[in-house]
C-alpha cells in the first residue's frame, strides 16, 4: 500500500480549478489550504466498514438531513476540497456538484495511508471550518472517536473500542459499536 503524498507546487497554491483538471487514475486527490494530498484507493477492509456506517447513519437519519459516501467533495474554501468518507448534511446544502456549506458530520475511516491525514490535518480543517461533528474509525483496533464542536473547539465524547457501544446524540442520535462496522455481512 503506498504512502500518503503531499504534492508541493511551483509558483501558485493549488486551487479546486486545478484539482478539476486532474485525471480519474484511481487516486484520491485532495485540497487542503492549497496543498495537493494524494491518497491509494482504499483497501477491502476500510470500504466495509464505510459501507457498514453508511447504512447505519442512512437507518437513524431524520428527515432534514442526507448522508453520502466518499467521493464527494467538500470545499469551504477555494484552497480546499476534501472527500471524507461518509458526510451528512442539511438538505438544503446539497449542491449539484459540490458541497460547500459546513458538515452536519463528517467521518474518516483511518488506513495505514491516511492516518496521519485524518487525525491532524482533516481534523484541524474540519474543526475550523465548522463541522459540527467528526468521528475516527479505526478499522484495526477497531475504535471510533467521537469529537463535537463546542466553542469552536473539538471535544471527545465517549470513545467506543471492539464491541463497546457508543450512544452517540450528535448529529442526531444513533448507537455505533465500532467492531459491528468492521465485520463482513452475513
Not at 483538471?21 to 495537493?36: F, N
Not at 487525525?119 to 475550523?128: A, Q, T
Not at 452517540?168 to 444513533?174: R, S
Amino acid at each position: 500500500m503506498g504512502v500518503m503524498a503531499v504534492m508541493p507546487r511551483t509558483g501558485e497554491e493549488w486551487t479546486v480549478d486545478d484539482l478539476d483538471r486532474l485525471p480519474d487514475d484511481g487516486l484520491q486527490y485532495e485540497l487542503l489550504d492549497g496543498l495537493l494530498l494524494v491518497t491509494p484507493a482504499p483497501v477491502l477492509a476500510h470500504q466495509r466498514a464505510i459501507g457498514n456506517l453508511h447504512l447505519l447513519l442512512r437507518a437513524a437519519c431524520p428527515p432534514g438531513y442526507e448522508v453520502f459516501l466518499s467521493p464527494v467533495d467538500w470545499r469551504p474554501d477555494r484552497r480546499t476540497s476534501l472527500q471524507p468518507d461518509v458526510l451528512i448534511v442539511r438538505n438544503e446544502a446539497v449542491a449539484t456538484q459540490n458541497i460547500t456549506a459546513p458538515l452536519v458530520l463528517a467521518v474518516e475511516v483511518l488506513s495505514p495511508s491516511t492516518r496521519r491525514k485524518d487525525l491532524l490535518l482533516k481534523r484541524s480543517k474540519y474543526e475550523e471550518s465548522g463541522v459540527r461533528s467528526y468521528w475516527v474509525l479505526d478499522p484495526a483496533e477497531p475504535s471510533l472517536l467521537a469529537l463535537d464542536l463546542q466553542e469552536g473547539a473539538y471535544v471527545a465524547t465517549p470513545h467506543a473500542r471492539g464491541a463497546e457501544r457508543a450512544a452517540l446524540a450528535t448529529p442526531f442520535p444513533v448507537d455505533v459499536v465500532p467492531a459491528e462496522l468492521v465485520r463482513p455481512a452475513p
